[in-house]
């Protein structure tokens, strides 16, 4: 008999991902998927055809849930509003990773009692580690001023504890894949000398896979889910580096343009605990930067050369933190002397 698998937020990069592999072991999975209806869920979904029963809808609604939520074994719960719309719309952040988290957790309680249920949190609920930059489970939860985001999975974990499923808790590094991040204001928020350790979306991806199959080992506990220490580098060499890939030439950004702290990251000091269970590690950080290289096409590079120190100047007028320096600077300026 297949094991019935509800998959929320499949339409992400980590839960695409995690469609592609619960579908290449269909003949293992009844694989159903709760998504919001756009453009980009139903483009992404239609091919995979009769592989995979699709129902759309508004997870904030506490009956949008309720048929997908029936008759499951397993809820692995990745829809989320993520940064920076997340920050941008706290309110709407709310009502989606904790109103939508809570409305999926009644349903799966009074129509799959005895589902296992897999959430997908964040270490950024440990807040700003620029001081104590190797993360245990154990540590206190202390978002950074103005991380809505940070908030919503604090209190999203607290309605999964508090519930009668059995549960399991995942909070994922920083995770980087091709084309998941772009180039926003937000990436000036993280201090440069920031430590990193990141996951691929297939990592990511194989992890929450994994997990159907060692339920008992997981049920009640919160891990840290990282790459390892293959995976560790500083916010800045990564900088460095994506810049040369893209084709945006030498990373020549003043300092102040970056924020001095309250943002996210770290070590995870006990994310091994998780690999020993799973084994859902494959990646290392070069082999990360040699996909995100093999994903950018050499016409791409080349026409992007030319207009890099542009690019350059439009992003650092994006940056909040050169704005606030800026203005001070003014602001010193234009003090009247004294007599």
Known sequence: MKTKILL?????????????????????????????????????FEPFGSDIRVIYGDITLPEA?????????????????IPPAADEKPELAHRINVGGTGNLIRNVEQYSPDAFFVYSSSVAVYG??????HIKVGDELNPSKGDHYAVSKIQAEEQVRKSALRWSIFRL????????????GLMFEMPLNTPMEITTPEDTARAFLH???????LTGMIFNLGGGEKCRILYKDLLARSFKIYGLGRFSFPAEAFAAGDFHCGYYADGDQLEAILHFRRDNIETYFEKVSAGISPMQVFFTRPFACIAKQILLTKSRPYKEHKNKIKGVKSLPSAA
């Open 8 to 44: 929320t937020g499949a339409s992400g990069n980590i839960g695409y991902e995690l469609l592609k592999q619960l579908i290449a072991q269909k003949e293992r999975f009844d694989i159903t998927v709760f998504d919001l209806k756009t453009s980009r869920s139903t483009q992404l």
């Open 65 to 81: 849930t309720i048929e997908a939520a029936a008759q499951k074994d397993v809820i692995i719960h990745l829809a989320a509003l």
């Open 128 to 133: 700003d580690r620029l001081d104590a930059i």
């Open 173 to 184: 590094s920083a995770i980087m894949g091709i084309g998941n991040h772009k180039l926003t």
């Open 211 to 217: 997990s159907i199959d060692h339920q008992e080992s």
